[in-house]
């Protein structure tokens, strides 16, 4: 069916799409997909058994309390107080066995704590990928430097990393404070203005892994989603290849009418697609958005009908966004759609 | 003695409500505003100017004067659709300084949301097809908050970025702006 | 008994005695009538801060819910946050300390009883200020830490972030007076007798809580007066551009933001050890290692503000130190779970709903303080940090750590402060409706965390499969409600119906207990001479008590700091409305100081003649006395 | 109640100077709030010094310190008066008060009048960049306790002529001087702090 036929659904249907796990997978700091992940998951279970053990122990000397209280208990207020005078040798002794405990156990968990923090430290390599993520309101850019500036690209909410080898992520903000955080592969990196920081990821088996933000960074903070995307070597090689094509002037008339539209219309203002006047910098880089999974930072799939509904009505996908409405109608918007589509 | 703890409480807190009622109209974030239409059509702009006295200008009020978020967005965007390039920060450079209290084209929101939409000769492109309603009117709110035109606690205070100067909030107002067009606008 | 007693008893009610009216009860200076106020007011806003919990679990109930806006949940989020902290926490426990310190103590009045009031009228002034915001949409959107920039003038447009920021200002203000309240009064105003060893718990753990509160709200206050200035007359603190650092907020609030938690805990561990002492039928087991860990908690609890900045990435090094504070300060709180399970275990248990309230406590609180051990860990931190895991966690050491005590001390003192028994049917049924409810709704998060929920978001998609837990949760958070409901009938129904309580309905062991319930404006018709730790377990010695202090004036005996050894008889001030006054006067500079940096002078204009009439020396022979006399 | 021995109190005195005095406390405690804050603000300062390429920013002199160093020693010779004004109050000689606050007064006065110097002497606004901001809160958070200060001092000249004085203003006497020995003490390391440490390499 015609594009155009799939808009009205889509533009009724207004608001979250029931975005359903297909592309993403599961994403758990207890299923790790990477080294980083797998050690914090392993110093997790070591915490998780000595907390239940002490959990434990403490609930049991309560019952022996209650059901020894139980046995002899006070049966009204007015039976005197007792004042324990001499000191009670076997309490003591309890109780600085305890404390004793107590100190031996924190003391271990804290040297495994420190050698987990230092294999993670260790866990880098000359070879190491090195990629860019910029935190904005509400969404990511991503960038992979080249050796010549046009070799450099740029992207948006989806990190693309070749399976077992180390990526050196340099995490910058300009705004506000922003949390880049992929359970699967590691814990998280605070995006500080200010500060640029670097972090080190590995993913050991292809997949999508989620990310999300996870420093509270305002109106949107809950949908600003990022997807990463580990791939074979050869793979991700070809990906990044492709991304630094310029992508050909459009042939099919709807997709050339299309491109007319975004370059009339506010888009250009915002967005950059290269190879077109169109060199915004203030929203994502469109350059191959066709070849993207999602739109509106993970909020949405990439399909036309959702990609209508995000240029007509972003607001109502995403209360607060800085990406404006448009007044693009019918066939206009049907020709947008596809020219954006045919980005790949 | 709680009862008339109670009755304390109710006193101060309808004290209250009356001293900070205006705290809401500057505070509401329309993020979909209704009263601005997203289409910006000629129509729409030559409706706006019917309702006009001077037949120029828009009669529809600014409808964010008072609102300090409103006013903010149209910072935000006065540097994103790099307005600054020839505006600079209000100081003029390409284009006419917009800090100080002279207007080419006038002062009222009404001449500077046509400014925008419909540009000016000598070099001010129209942003009508694409911006919205919304949007220009943020930007009004914001070009009228940089000559402190807008009550002091709606103006923006300093941003996040090198020192330019002080922010709008602190700008002392300009003594009575000349509102009115200085000359007629060149005819199109 | 028709003792010679009655015509002393009779003056000291009638000098003791508030004036008549609304003029004479706003001028009230009567400690247990201020901290009462203090009780109900926290309440209040516990109760309303309850309300906007239920907002938000309906709001996350299931994926992508439209009940409120990304907007109006920001809002919700932070004022939730900061009335439970900062309206509820710190000034219910400063309110019990401000009732039952003197009456532990044995004396008339807290030492400061109209700086007492003024501390009092500003916190509900900041209170109001923080929920009339919230009614008119300038509610704080930034939550309860504020980070910067996101707080800064650059991305929060209005005035919203700076009632947050002026709220702080307020409450401070009012803790610091309490704390220096509580502080003299225990130094200077114990009975003759009451020498350090023979402090009760709670009074010790309200004085460590007070030192914490002189040393970390200054931190808070800087770091929001910053936030106000770089709003108000654009300052750059925290510009990163022109040499500001957004770290620095965070350092300098965490560095008050930590403590704070120990603030709320270390009080609600007094009322524990009471509470355990009464109902064990026995002295407390390590009175010594429990004033000893108080005060090693509260030394800690300062060492570790940097745990919650892990994820920005500091260098290995402090990281290192500040993973070894956090874990330490379990090693007091350890000592202080063991001496109670001892006291429990070597004690005849009276079971009553105090008593449950403790040991659901201390089931809740050791939990949470392991899941506390646990994100002490940088690595494990890094993967929870700002996820519902902490949520989770915190909920566990603020409600299971200070609530669950504060409610069985509730149990336990309200006969006294009321004279009324409560429902023990009632009050039990509160107890496990509560402990169900409360893990129902918080064990759950400890998973979300896990698989990846980060706090502060006001919806999720349903691709997170996050929707089953959340529901769970919520359906626990009505179960709490319902708990609390229960808690406010029986109290309700108990000022109505409740059997009268006698003096001492629990055969307690200290001081506050020997005066009748509810007690007189002047507590104690002859101030006790102390000669135990346990007043009223031990047999009588002599002297018993006092005599000589004058019944026609507010007369309280000053004792040494160290053995209690009488010093003076001092005179305390009376009731008058000047505190009152000054509070506004000192509300109206700060309102006003939003908007301009004249609403500060203003303020000041408005503060100088109150201070003025309240130090103004009136015509009063009885203190003219003094002169010359020393 | 004859049948139990009792203490008897009324012998004791109505007054009570230093530790023995409620009010000597409460204003140790307000000192610890104040001092805290005051290291807070010195903290800030180094905090923000050592993120700094260079302290102050380039273009930035390094502030003049003529006016500082000689608030200084205005400041440190208020403590004279002062220290009088304390041991007069402790033998209840009102007139002597008097005559130590008022000079201590002027002082005071005084030093607030070096303050207007000191503000210009650090060349830069409070709004031009952080070093700015931080100099001028320091500066001004003084100025504040300085000015509250004397106003109190002010006060209690009033309260002595009053008839109607009592035994325990002495005793207020006594911990005003008490806050204003801290109130120097602190501009000491702070003055330092703003005006000589940015001539430090």
């Known amino acids: 069916m015609s594009v155009r036929a799939r808009l009205r659904p889509a533009r009724a249907g207004a608001g979250i799409a029931l975005f359903l796990a297909g592309c993403a997978g599961p994403h758990h700091a207890l299923d790790p997909a990477g080294p980083q992940a797998r050690h914090i998951a392993s110093l997790w279970w070591l915490l998780f058994w000595v907390a239940l053990a002490v959990l434990l122990a403490v609930v049991i000397a309560l019952l022996v309390a209650v059901l020894r209280g139980v046995a002899t208990r006070a049966h009204s207020p007015r039976e005197p107080g007792v004042v324990v005078t001499m000191t009670e040798r076997g309490t003591v002794a309890a109780v600085t066995v305890a404390v004793g405990l107590t100190a031996l156990i924190v003391l271990s968990l804290l040297t495994a704590s420190a050698l987990v923090g230092r294999t993670l430290a260790g866990l880098r390599s000359p070879d190491a990928l090195s990629i860019e993520v910029v935190g904005h309101r509400w969404w990511w850019e991503i960038r992979y430097p080249g050796a010549a500036p046009s070799e450099q690209v740029t992207t948006a909410n989806e990190l693309h990393v070749p399976v077992g080898r180390p990526v050196k992520v340099r995490t910058i903000s300009h705004d506000v404070i922003h949390s880049l955080w992929v359970p699967s592969l590691h814990g998280k990196r605070d995006l500080v203005p200010g500060h640029p920081g670097e972090i080190v990821l590995q993913a050991d088996r292809p997949g999508v892994f989620n990310g999300q933000c996870a420093e509270y960074c305002g109106v949107e903070h809950a949908l600003m989603r990022l997807l990463v995307i580990a791939e074979p070597a050869d793979r991700f090689d070809a990906w990044l290849t492709a991304q630094r094509e310029t992508p050909p002037p459009p042939t099919d008339p709807e997709a050339r009418r299309g491109q007319e539209v975004f370059l009339a219309q506010q888009c250009a203002l915002c967005h950059t697609i290269q190879g077109t006047p169109a060199g915004g910098r203030v929203g994502p880089d469109l350059t191959h958005v066709g070849s993207r999974q999602t739109i509106a930072a993970g909020v949405l799939p990439n399909a036309p009908e959702h990609l209508a509904t995000w240029m007509l009505d972003p607001q109502s996908v995403k209360p607060g966004t800085l990406m404006p409405a448009s007044a693009i109608m019918g066939d206009d918007m049907a020709a947008l759609v596809i020219y954006l589509g045919s980005l790949r | ?177 000349r509102l009115e067009p200085a000359r007629a606008p060149a005819p199109r | 008994m028709s003792d010679p007693d009655a015509e002393h008893r009779e003056r000291l009610a009638q000098t003791w005695a508030p004036r008549p009216g609304v003029l004479g009860w706003l001028s009230e200076v009567n400690h247990k009538a201020i901290a009462l106020r203090y009780m109900v007011t926290a309440m209040g806003f516990f109760v309303l801060a309850g309300l906007l919990a239920l907002v938000m679990r309906l709001q996350l109930a299931r994926p992508g819910a439209h009940l409120v806006g990304p907007d109006l949940y920001n809002q919700i989020f932070t004022v939730h946050g900061s009335t439970m902290m900062f309206l509820f926490a710190v000034p219910v426990m400063e309110a019990m300390g401000l009732y039952l310190v003197p009456m532990m103590i044995g004396t008339r009045n807290v030492a400061f009883p109209r700086m007492n009031a003024f501390g009092y009228y500003v916190y509900l002034i900041g209170g109001l200020f923080l929920w009339v915001g919230l009614a008119l949409n300038i509610g704080a959107d930034v939550g309860w830490f504020s980070y910067v920039p996101l707080a800064g003038p650059d991305y929060s447009p209005g005035k919203r972030a700076d009632i947050w920021a002026q709220m702080i200002t307020f409450t401070e203000l009012a803790a610091l007076v309490a704390a220096i309240e509580i502080i003299v009064t225990t130094f200077k105003q114990r009975a003759p007798g009451m020498t350090l060893d023979r402090i009760p718990i709670v009074v010790w753990a309200m004085v460590v809580t007070s030192f914490m509160i002189i040393f970390a709200m200054p931190a808070v206050m800087v770091s929001s007066g910053m936030l106000a200035l770089d709003r108000l007359i654009d300052t750059q603190f925290f510009n990163p551009a022109e040499g500001g650092d957004v770290l620095l907020w965070q350092h300098l609030f965490w560095f008050f933001g930590h403590p704070e938690v120990y603030i709320i805990f270390i009080p609600a561990t007094g009322f524990v050890s009471a509470i355990v002492t009464t109902f064990s039928r026995r002295s407390v087991f390590g009175y010594l290692a429990l004033v000893l860990s108080l005060v090693a908690t509260g030394f800690l609890a300062f060492g570790l503000w940097v745990h919650h900045m892990f994820a920005v990435g500091l ?143 006001y919806t999720y998609l349903p691709d997170t499969g996050w929707g089953g837990l959340n529901l769970l949760s919520t359906v626990g958070a009505f179960i709490i409600a319902a708990a609390v409901t229960a808690f406010a009938v029986n109290v309700l129904w108990s000022l109505r119906r409740g059997a009268p309580a006698g003096d001492d309905p629990w055969g307690a062991a200290t001081l506050e207990w020997s005066t009748p319930s509810p007690p007189p404006t002047y507590n104690f018709v002859r101030i006790p001479v102390v000669h135990s730790r346990y007043p009223r377990w031990t047999p009588l010695a002599d002297p018993m008590v006092t005599t000589g202090l004058r019944d026609d004036l507010r007369e309280v005996v000053i004792t040494s700091m160290l053995d209690a050894e009488p010093t003076t008889r001092h005179l305390l001030d009376g009731p008058t409305i000047i505190p009152l006054l000054t509070a506004l006067a000192v509300g109206v500079g700060l309102i006003a100081g939003i908007f301009t940096p004249w609403g500060f002078v203003i303020g000041a204009a408005l503060v100088l003649p109150c201070l003025v009439a309240w130090f103004w020396p009136k015509g009063d022979p009885a203190r003219e006395l003094a002169e010359g006399r020393a | 109640m004859s049948a139990v021995r009792e203490l008897d109190l009324s012998k004791l005195p109505e007054l009570g100077f230093g530790h023995a005095a409620g009010v000597w406390w409460a204003v140790l405690g307000l000192i610890a709030i104040e001092g805290t804050m005051f290291a807070l603000l010195a903290v800030s300062a180094l905090y923000l010094r050592q993120a700094a390429p260079s302290w102050p920013p380039a273009g930035i002199p390094a502030p003049a310190i003529g006016a500082a160093l000689a608030n200084v020693i205005v400041l440190v010779v208020s403590l004279a008066p002062m220290v009088w004004v304390h041991m007069a109050a402790r033998r209840f000689d009102a007139r002597a008060v008097v005559i130590g606050l008022v000079i201590g007064t002027v002082l005071g006065i005084a030093a607030l009048v070096l303050r207007m110097a000191e503000f210009h002497a650090l060349h830069v606004r409070w709004d031009s960049n952080a070093y700015g901001s931080i100099g001028w809160s320091i500066l001004g958070m003084h100025t504040g306790h300085l000015l509250t200060s004397s106003i109190e001092n002010v006060l209690i000249i009033l309260v002595m002529r009053s008839p109607h004085r009592q035994g325990k203003h002495f005793v207020d006497t006594e911990v005003n001087a008490l806050y204003w020995y801290f109130i120097v003490g602190a501009w000491l390391p702070l003055s330092a702090l703003v005006f000589w440490v940015p001539r430090w390499p």
């Not at chain 2, 505003?33 to 600014?62: C, F, H, I, Y």
């Not at chain 2, 070009?143 to 002392?172: C, F, H, I, W």
């Not at chain 3, 005590?405 to 496990?432: C, D, H, I, N, V």
């Open chain 2, 1 to 177: 003695m709680s009862a008339r703890g109670r009755a304390l409480g109710v006193v101060a807190i309808v004290a209250t409500l009356a001293a900070l009622s205006a705290g809401c109209e500057r505070e509401a974030r329309r993020f979909k505003d209704p009263a601005t239409p997203t289409q910006m059509s000629r129509d729409w702009l030559a409706a706006q100017r019917r309702g006009s006295a001077g037949g120029e200008a828009p009669a529809a009020p600014n409808p964010y004067a008072r609102n300090a978020w409103a006013v903010s967005e149209g910072k935000r965007l006065f540097t994103q659709m790099n307005c600054t390039g020839c505006h600079a920060s209000g100081g003029g450079d390409i284009g006419p300084a917009l800090a100080d209290a002279a207007w080419i084209y006038g002062g009222r929101s009404g001449d500077v949301f046509v400014s925008i939409v419909e540009g000016r000769p000598n070099g001010m492109p129209g942003y009508g097809g694409r911006l919205t309603v919304q949007q220009v009117w943020q930007l009004v709110s914001y070009v009228q908050s940089m000559s402190g035109q807008l009550r002091k606690d709606v103006r923006p205070g300093r941003s996040d970025n090198l020192y330019l100067g002080q922010s709008e909030q602190a700008r002392r107002a300009q003594p009575s702006p």
């Open chain 3, 315 to 457: 260098p290995e090094m402090g990281q290192g130190f500040f993973t070894a504070a956090s874990m330490m300060i379990a090693i007091p709180n350890g000592v202080q779970i063991f001496c109670w399970l001892a006291t429990l275990i070597r004690g005849r248990l009276l079971f009553r709903t105090p008593l449950l309230f403790v040991l659901g406590f201390i089931v809740i609180f050791v939990a949470g303080g392991l899941t506390g051990v646990m994100l002490a860990a940088v690595p494990f931190d890094l993967q929870v940090h700002d996820t519902y895991f902490v949520v989770a966690h915190f909920h566990y050491v603020l409600v299971g750590g200070a609530v669950f005590p504060l409610l069985g001390a509730f149990y336990y003192w309200l006969p006294k402060m009321t004279g009324r028994r409560l429902s023990e049917k009632l009050g039990q049924a509160s107890f496990w409706l509560l402990f169900v409810g409360f893990n129902l709704t918080f064990f759950p998060m400890h998973q979300l965390g896990l698989v990846g929920m980060p706090r502060r978001i």
